[in-house]
């Protein structure tokens, strides 16, 4: 009977597992994202070019995005997001979020958030459905068990 229990369980304890690293992802980039917007110095920037990546599934667009820190210092970033099609135009302004220690390493305000959203809201499902396994599973036993 102990065998079958734990192999009948760590299936779906492997699904829960798997949910919360998605929810784990989506939660880290999200807190990461708005500490920086926290923290950090808003600028106007540009898009001034669109770098080109390509794999075995097509081409993305990630943008190189220019801008002026509060001392006069021009930077230049790609940023951390790509898309097909592109989410921005060459010359689109942007407004970026940048922390003054290293403004090369900031981000274009506000994106990558429905992302987040959905890494959380796919590890969410994962975790409930894995959950309901569980219980069912467990239920299932202890009303086939002879002890019960």
Do not use: C, W
């Amino acid at each position: 009977m102990r065998f079958i229990f734990h192999k009948q369980i760590i299936g779906p304890s492997l699904f829960i597992l798997f949910g919360l690293l998605f929810f784990a992802i989506g939660s880290g980039l999200t807190y990461r994202q708005r500490s920086l917007e926290k923290q950090g110095i808003e600028a106007p920037g540009v898009v001034v070019d669109l770098q080109e990546n390509y794999d075995s599934d097509g081409s993305t667009y990630t943008p190189i995005v220019q801008f002026k820190t509060v001392e006069g210092q021009s930077v230049q970033f790609l940023s951390t997001y790509s898309s097909s099609p592109p989410d921005y135009d060459v010359g689109e302004p942007v407004i970026v979020v940048y922390v003054p220690a290293q403004p090369e390493k900031a981000v274009i305000k506000g994106e990558g958030q429905l992302l987040h959203i959905i890494f959380m809201l796919v590890g969410g499902v994962i975790v409930t459905g894995g959950s309901y396994f569980v219980y069912t599973t467990l239920r299932n036993l202890i009303a086939l068990s002879p002890e019960a």
